[in-house]
């Protein structure tokens, strides 16, 4: 099944939007190298594959339309998101199916109908299935494959499934570095990645020295994937319960509390007036600020770093061998300081003192002002500390914010569709 979907490997390249006036640039140009077309000729010139990304804040389709040029080319992507996520369903699994189906209807709008039989769905799921008691999110995982099989699309074997935190890793990093064209034969530097999702959060680079390898902790934090006939080797890490929304859980101190129904959870990093419900995963928490006063960044910072002390690992290189491309949460969060424009999808460079700023404008302005959210101070300053006193990143440390690149969500899913068709082996 596998070795016979669209060589996409074989010359990637995107465009810029779907219009006729169309740039492209060859992101991986290895004609010549492997084998011939695995698609007849006499196929249609254009192809589609759909992927679902099941995060734990929201569900997102993404269409891929492919060219067949003399080699298929990635010609656009169509994106949409509904909120929120699956493991929202957790006692519900029909209504999980449901918000599929809604989002399957940007597929038929995409895909033209005589294509639909051709064009194979995808599921992946990530930190909010895995935050799950293993039943419930097989029942979900049902719901979506029930969806899937009464719909008009080719499922392949093996289209809905959890991945788990190594792949989210190496997939993000696979998609990034194909974006921004550093993953060639020829190629010798590559961009890292810092992926901020709801329930987890990603670290992965291609190390330069050999130390980073051998010092990195027993477990999960290195993985290879082979590719062109060698083998990658990265540093990598998925961090479960560190995601923004885990972390604003853990902050408060209610992940997995008991007795919510009366129960209020106060953090300092809220402003101390602020009370209202928050939900996450399915369930809801009586939230507040800390009424004796105790507000503002100071206060704040220690709460958050219990959420990563001791728990991030620091690896031994970081800032010197690699330019890292941060996004999701990364993204939004830095939109919301006001650190970048929303319109800038490209995005831009920040330093990670530049979240320490904002951070501490946005607590200790706090009980001043209305808050634009209530949870952006304790949203940044955690990202502040997440990347300074968990990763190790200096104050001056350039990150480079995205949210697409050349068009297409900077996200693990593309990664993933190449491994569908490719595998890529990861271990
Ligand atoms: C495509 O080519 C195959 C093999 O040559 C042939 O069997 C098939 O009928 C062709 N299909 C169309 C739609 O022309
Ligand atoms: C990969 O290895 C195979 C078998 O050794 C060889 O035929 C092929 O040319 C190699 N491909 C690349 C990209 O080096
Ligand atoms: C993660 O999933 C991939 C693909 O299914 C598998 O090859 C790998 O061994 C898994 N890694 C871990 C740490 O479970």
């Not at 093996?158 to 993953?183: D, P, Q, R």
């Not at 800390?290 to 219990?306: F, N």
Request: a positive charge; hydrophobic letters at 40%; one cysteine or more.
């Amino acid at each position: 099944m596998k070795s016979s979907g669209p060589l996409l490997l074989l010359v990637l390249l995107a465009a810029a939007g779907p219009s006729q006036a169309q740039f492209r640039t060859s992101l991986l140009d290895l004609s010549g190298i492997l084998p011939s077309l695995s698609r007849p000729a006499n196929h249609s010139r254009i192809f589609y594959a759909v992927m679902f990304d099941a995060g734990s804040t929201g569900t997102r389709i993404h269409v891929y339309t492919f060219i067949q040029k003399l080699l298929p080319v990635l010609d656009n992507e169509m994106f949409h998101s509904i909120k929120p996520g699956l493991s929202a369903y957790a006692d519900h699994p029909e209504t999980a199916g449901e918000t599929v189906r809604m989002l399957l209807k940007v597929a038929k709008k995409t895909v033209p109908r005589l294509d639909w039989k051709r064009t194979p769905l995808v599921l992946r799921a990530t930190a909010g299935l895995r935050l799950l008691p293993a039943a419930k999110a097989q029942a979900l995982l049902d719901q979506v494959q029930l969806v899937f099989d009464e719909s008009p699309f080719l499922v392949p074997d093996n289209s809905v499934s959890i991945m788990n935190g190594t792949s989210e890793g190496i997939l993000a990093w696979i998609s990034l570095n194909f974006l921004t064209g550093h993953l060639n034969a020829h190629s010798t530097k590559t961009v890292g990645i810092l992926d901020l999702g709801g329930g987890s959060t990603q670290i992965t680079f291609l190390p330069k020295l050999r130390k980073t390898i051998e010092s990195a902790p027993d477990g999960n934090y290195v993985a290879r994937f082979d590719f062109l006939n060698s083998t990658f080797e990265l540093y990598t890490h998925s961090y479960l319960g560190n995601g923004l929304m885990a972390a604003r859980l853990s902050t408060l101190g209610a992940l997995g509390a008991e007795g919510l129904e009366w129960q209020v959870f106060k953090s300092s990093c809220l402003p101390s007036k602020f009370r209202d419900d928050w939900s996450f995963g399915g369930l809801t928490y009586q939230v507040s600020g800390d009424q004796d006063g105790r507000a503002g960044y100071k206060h704040c910072y220690q709460e958050v770093l219990q959420v990563v002390k001791g728990i991030i690992h620091q690896p031994h290189e970081l800032e010197d061998s690699n330019v890292f491309y941060a996004f999701s949460y990364y993204f939004d969060r830095a939109v919301d300081a006001g650190l970048i424009s929303k319109y800038n999808v490209q995005g831009g460079t920040v330093r990670v003192r530049d979240f320490k700023k904002r951070a501490k404008e946005a607590c200790n302005k706090m009980t001043e002002y209305p808050a634009v959210s209530p949870f952006l101070c304790m949203d940044l300053t955690y990202i502040t500390c997440l990347l300074k006193d968990g990763f190790g990143f200096k104050d001056g440390t350039v990150l480079q914010l995205t949210k697409k690149v050349k068009h297409v969500e900077a996200s693990w899913a593309l990664g993933a569709m190449l491994d569908h068709f490719h595998n890529l082996k990861i271990h």
